[in-house]
């Protein structure tokens, strides 16, 4: 099991207008693009990234979980992250106060989460090509009863996510992903083996 805690992320203000673009149907224009960086500027005070993660065999992953893993993979990662809970109280106050920054927060906490998953996926990676093996994308865990097994399992307390069994709820500032290891020669005969796509006419 790895934490790390308060590592850096670079939030990207392209990626952030880009998904103010395609999820709220905002204009992409230069104010918005002035904007949305001096909402990531005022973000540094409360943005307090963590992850907590841990590699499993296969053989031990199909034991103490029902993630479903597919032909030719032999590990899987189990990530956690979080941004931080003073995230969502700063959310919460822009809205009631009628910020003009409230417009921007979610897509700041979507472009940060999905930096601090970045970040442990890299370090996996270095240890994936360690034992010769790539790693898939993120696969997001969505299925309640899933999260709350692998919650307990990462002890994704320690990084400050806590559910409430009774009624366990996914906050909105943290993530769950796995990522499974192939073994690299196998990985790159499945791709070999794939057809190319043909360009449209």
């Not at 992850?51 to 992953?61: D, P, S």
């Not at 956690?80 to 003073?86: D, K, S």
């Not at 927060?105 to 989460?113: F, V």
Request: hydrophobic share 45%; charged share 25%; with cysteine.
């Amino acid at each position: 099991m790895t934490k790390i805690k308060n590592f850096r992320i670079h939030l990207r203000a392209r990626e952030i207008v880009r998904w103010l673009k395609n999820n709220r149907r905002m204009a992409a224009t230069p104010e918005m693009q002035l904007a949305v960086e001096s909402a990531i500027e005022k973000s540094k005070a409360f943005l307090h990234p963590a992850a907590v993660y841990t590699t499993l065999t296969r053989a031990t992953a199909e034991k103490a979980t029902s993630i479903a893993f597919p032909d030719h993979s032999v590990a899987a990662s189990i990530i956690a992250v979080t941004i931080g809970p003073l995230f969502d109280s700063e959310q919460t106050a822009a809205l009631q106060n009628d910020d003009p920054r409230a417009q921007f927060l979610d897509a700041l906490k979507e472009e940060g989460l999905q930096q601090s998953i970045h970040f442990a996926v890299r370090l996996l990676q270095e240890q994936a090509k360690e034992e010769e093996c790539e790693l898939s994308s993120p696969v997001l865990a969505e299925d309640v009863a899933l999260l709350s097994s692998l919650t307990t399992l990462l002890g994704s307390q320690r990084i400050g996510i806590q559910l409430n069994p009774a009624q366990p709820e996914w906050p909105s500032h943290a993530r769950l992903v796995w990522t499974y290891w192939t073994p690299a020669r196998r990985a790159a005969s499945r791709k070999s083996d794939a057809k190319p796509v043909k360009a449209a006419a």
